[in-house]
C-alpha cells in the first residue's frame, strides 16, 4: 500500500522572507509534501506576485481577507492528498517534521488531529499541547519551557501554527469555524474532533520554529472573546451550560474588570455584538457539533484545566486567587455530569 499523501497549506499576509524560508524547509521534507498550496490573503498579493504556479506548488491570490480559517478552507479544497499540513507561513519546520506527524495519523485510524512543538528562535517552547480551560480560555502549553524531547501522547488541543489533520475527518467536521477569522479555530477544531469520538496527539518531536509574540493590538481582544464564547455555547451540552452558568457569568465579570482596567473595554463590548449577529450561524452549528457527539462532556471535562496559573498570560496573584476556586468549580461539574 502505498504511503498516504501529504498537502502542505499555509495562508500569507505578508512578510515575504518568512514565508520564502517556510517554503523551503517544506521543500527539504524527509517525507516531502507532494502538493504546497499558498493561499494570499493580502488585499495587495505581495506573495500571489512573488511566486508563481510551479509543479508541486499552487498559489491562490484570495480576492477577500478571509482570515486563518477561511484562508486554510480555500487551501484545503485545492488539496485532493490523504493529509493536510497547516503551517503558518514564518514557521520553519525541523526536516523530520512531517515524517514525524504523517507517523501518527497512519498508526491510528481513529488519530483525527497532529501537533508538533512549537519553538521560538532561541529553542524554548512557544506552545505544544495546549491547556483547554473549562471556561473556555487555552493558552499555549509549556510556553517559555525548556524544549521537549519525549514520545507522542493524547491531548485535548494543539497549536494552530502547525498541524496535521486527516483530510476525511477535516472533511467530516466542516473543517475550521470560518466565521471565527482569527484565533481558536485550532483549539475548537481539537475539540470538536474530540467530541465526534477521534483523538488528538501531540508529537514533541517534531518541530517548528515560530517567532510568536502575543501582543498584535487591542482588537484581537474582541476575536479571543469572541471566539472563546461561540466555542463554548457550540461544543457544550445543555446541561453542562447550565451547570456552568455560574462559572461563566463569574468570568465575564471577572474579564470586564481586566478589560476596563487595560483598555480594552470596546472590544469586549463588541464581542457580544458580534455574537448576537453570529446567531444563525451559532444556532447551526450547535445543531452540528451536538448531532456529531460520540463522546459526553464528562469526558472531556475531565482533561480540561480547572487552574490557570500555568498560563503565561494570566500567572501573577490574581491568577493563583482563582484558580483554586475554578478547579473545585471544574470537579463539581464532573460529579453533576456523571
Not at 523551503?24 to 495587495?44: F, G
Not at 525541523?94 to 508538533?116: F, P, S, W, Y
Request: charged share 20%; glycine share 8%.
Amino acid at each position: 500500500m502505498p504511503p498516504a499523501t501529504i498537502t502542505a497549506v499555509t495562508v500569507a499576509h505578508g512578510n515575504a522572507a518568512g514565508l520564502a524560508s517556510g517554503l523551503e524547509a517544506l521543500r527539504c521534507q524527509t517525507r516531502a509534501p507532494q502538493h504546497i498550496v499558498v493561499v494570499d490573503n493580502h488585499p495587495e498579493q505581495f506573495a500571489a506576485a512573488a511566486l508563481s504556479n510551479s509543479e508541486g506548488l499552487t498559489v491562490i491570490a484570495n480576492p477577500a481577507n478571509t482570515g486563518y480559517g477561511g484562508g486554510n478552507a480555500l487551501g484545503a479544497a485545492a488539496a485532493g492528498s490523504d493529509y493536510l499540513l497547516f503551517v503558518n507561513p514564518d514557521a520553519v519546520a525541523d526536516r523530520e517534521l512531517c515524517a514525524q506527524l504523517a507517523r501518527e495519523l497512519d498508526e491510528g485510524d481513529d488519530v483525527a488531529i497532529v501537533g508538533a512543538q512549537v519553538l521560538l528562535p532561541d529553542g524554548r517552547c512557544n506552545a505544544g499541547d495546549n491547556p483547554l480551560h473549562f471556561i473556555g480560555l487555552s493558552w499555549s502549553g509549556r510556553y517559555g519551557s525548556p524544549r521537549e524531547d519525549g514520545d507522542a501522547r493524547d491531548t485535548l488541543a494543539v497549536s494552530g501554527a502547525c498541524m496535521m489533520v486527516r483530510a476525511s475527518s477535516f472533511r467530516e467536521l466542516d473543517g475550521f469555524s470560518l466565521p471565527y477569522f482569527l484565533y481558536c479555530e485550532d483549539t475548537d477544531l481539537c475539540w470538536r474532533a474530540r467530541l465526534a469520538g477521534q483523538r488528538v496527539r501531540f508529537v514533541p518531536r517534531a518541530t517548528v520554529i515560530h517567532d510568536y509574540e502575543f501582543n498584535r493590538g487591542l482588537a484581537k481582544w474582541r476575536y479571543l472573546e469572541r471566539n472563546r464564547l461561540l466555542m463554548v455555547l457550540a461544543n457544550y451540552e445543555s446541561r453542562t451550560l447550565i451547570f456552568a452558568l455560574p462559572a461563566l457569568i463569574i468570568t465575564e465579570f471577572g474579564l470586564w474588570a481586566v478589560a476596563l482596567k487595560d483598555g480594552w473595554a470596546a472590544q469586549k463590548g463588541s464581542s457580544y455584538v458580534d455574537i448576537v449577529r453570529l446567531r444563525t450561524w451559532l444556532r447551526r452549528q450547535r445543531n452540528h457539533v451536538q448531532g456529531r457527539r460520540a463522546v459526553s462532556d464528562a469526558v472531556i471535562l475531565d482533561e480540561m484545566a480547572g487552574r490557570l496559573d500555568s498560563s503565561p498570560l494570566m500567572s501573577g496573584s490574581a491568577a493563583r486567587l482563582v484558580s483554586g476556586g475554578y478547579e473545585r468549580y471544574r470537579r463539581y461539574l464532573l460529579r453533576a455530569l456523571r
